[in-house]
């Protein structure tokens, strides 16, 4: 079902890849893109669970707007594993606008299709989406 307000579809396999690694780990992250041509968002990269945050932060590109999945394990102050699964949209100041455009209205109804998201971030640039800033928001 295409949206609305910019008329992109979600692709079947973003779902059932956001629900194995909701479910069963079995990626430590997933990089979306939209296909303009197809009008339907996409998966793009998918990353194995061994993989670290900077094979991650590696897999998304300086120019150009992205969707992203992470889980994120980390260990609190009580000493317990935990893991969070963060939303990021990425969207670079060099990004095209038009593409800036599509992604921003593209990207609450393709939240809602990943059921099990627990903390969103917004990034134009690295280091608004470093480990630090996952630590301080997973807590």
Known sequence: MA????GMAVHDDCKLRF???????????IVYKIEEKQKQVV???VGEPIQTYDDFAASL????CRYAIYDFDFVTAENCQKSKIFFIA???DIAKVRSKMIYASSKDRFKRELDGIQIELQAADPTEMDLDVFRSRAN
């Open 3 to 6: 949206n609305a307000a910019s």
């Open 19 to 29: 629900m194995e690694l909701k479910a069963k780990r079995t990626h430590r992250f």
């Open 43 to 45: 998966v793009e990269k």
């Open 61 to 64: 590109p300086a120019d150009e």
């Open 90 to 92: 990425w969207c670079p």
